[in-house]
């Protein structure tokens, strides 16, 4: 054997300068057969090699490394060829004359185990960054692709931020090959893995300039998710990069796959954003699993990337009926009518400032009342800075304010403590009508005000809370849950009449507000005398009672820290009845508030 300073006998620890710890939390390197000592300093450097012809062991039994064999031969068959990600090989689900920009061109085969033709009607290219000290494209290291997705492929890195993040900045760029002149659709798929980040920030170059969406990645499915209808001249483009916000520490992939163009008879009649709270959500309008979630608002709640915003498919938004029309709003979005353009981008358990926009550099930030800003939930940023409001917005439907008025907080002392109302000490009753009429409606009056400004040409809608209580019972009729948490009688009267405080104090600052100087074009629906005795304890009970276990996206203290066992912050929010009587009441109102606009 030929080596410099190799000895198998002896171990040595590296002590040189040159391969000691350079950053904090370095580890130092192990004791080695190393011996290699630097003339100038004295110390060991670990600069061995060694060269040695290869021969087989003799006694191979014993001291060769043996693999693992699962499946014997001749005692089990092979095991069948599956794809553990399929890829999304349709496209029948997207509307008919669409075009469709993919990742890779259109005759790179696809590696997938069975046929996935693929289309492509632009061009996609990427931008890396160049490094500043050392000239090298960094940026390129960190930069894979995947056989999933729309086609059979799909690139992804690692979403980041700061200084690191520019150097390893990735921008992908999709151009449709063709001119648009008018109104499209553009929509995004997301692929069903690889695809992590809570705000990839899409920029659409429009015939109006450029327009910023933001949109959660993790699917986990493969799904086309529409950014908004534009108006174009020329050949569209959509960028996304890997600087995203919400803190991002490099391990939340942020995926490139396809990107679709709808061309529109024009410009959509109705643009509808849904904002707020759990409410708005349609927080419990699910099965107790959570099925009925996008699944991109409850998942990994044992993890700092959790998500338990809660948009549900039955969300009282999505179930109504726009005037004239015979399908609700779900509907007309999921077919992508060409006259509707709409997203839900309410959370459960957002507060006033979680709707409020941030403030560009150097100026003052908007507050709410209890003076706090802009402020982001789960990773996603805070709802008006996602882009979906803007000149074009036709509507705009809301709920907020229940959680700034502390609804949780009251439910988890009221199961604490017997006859929580009458409790001096506590004295919930005039801290809680304080702190509506002191904190909570001026709070609502600068979302609203903020709406407007995103949105001047909107007509908005807020919706108000209902009874969540109809009396005190000991079981509930709904399976699966419990009455264990019900309030008891004289504790449902007072949230009842705390309900109706808040229902007029938010109804109080909508006429404010569409009052000289502001002028606002606001509408408040009150659901209560519709939605009438049916909460909890109702006949039938369009309420959820208590569910004891939490959802994947809850994580296992529930939505009410401070009960023990917990509960699912499904509890207590209206359900699937529920979330039809709230968009009935809607529906109704929608024509006496004037919308729509007569064109």
Known sequence: MEANDCDQRRTFLPDDPSVMPS?????????????????????????????????????????CGNEKLRFDAGVHPNPPDVAAHPPNCQVEDLPQGVLVVDDVPADVPAVTPGACPRRNDGTFTFDFAKDGQTG????????HQIGGGFGGHFWFTHSRAGALGDRLKVTGRWELGRELDGWARVMVHMPNHGAHTQQAA???HTADGPKRRTLPQRTEENRWVPLGAFRFTGR???????????????KEDIAFDAVAFQPLPGKPRHQVVTLGDSFAAGEGASPID????????????????????HRSYAAWARKTRLPGSRHTLGYRTDVWDPEVDAHLLACSGARTQMLLPTAPSGQEPVRNAFGLAAEGQ??????LDKGFLDANTTLVLLSIGGNDAGFADIFTTCFLHANCHENL????????????????????KTVLQQIAKAAPHAKIVLMGYVKLFTASCDETSQPGQTAALNPEAGEVEWMGKITLHLRDELAAVVKELREWPDRLDVHFT?????FGARGVCGNPEAVNAGIPKPTQGEGEKGGFPGLNPPMSQQSFHPNELGTTLLSDALTTDLPHFGYPAVR
């Not at 090298?136 to 930069?143: A, M, P, R």
């Not at 000490?425 to 609502?444: F, M």
Request: with cysteine; glycine share 8%; proline share 9%.
């Open 23 to 63: 950053k904090p939390g370095e580890k130092p390197e192990p004791e080695s057969h190393c011996g290699h000592i630097n003339p100038a300093t004295g110390k060991y450097d670990l600069k061995c090699w060694w060269h040695d012809s290869v021969v087989w062991k003799d006694d191979c039994a014993v001291e």
């Open 236 to 250: 569209p483009r959509v960028e996304l990069t890997s600087i995203t916000g919400g803190a991002p520490d490099g």
């Open 378 to 383: 789960y990773r996603e940023p805070s709802q």
């Open 202 to 204: 899409y920029t659409v």
């Open 425 to 444: 000490v506590l004295d919930l009753d005039g801290k809680t009508r304080a702190r509506i009429t002191d904190k909570v409606a001026p709070s609502v």
């Open 136 to 143: 090298d494209f960094l940026s390129k290291v960190d930069l």
């Open 290 to 309: 959570g099925s009925k979630y996008y699944p991109e608002s409850d998942r990994m709640g044992l993890t700092p990337y959790r998500n338990a915003c």
């Open 526 to 530: 009150d659901p209560i005398e519709r």
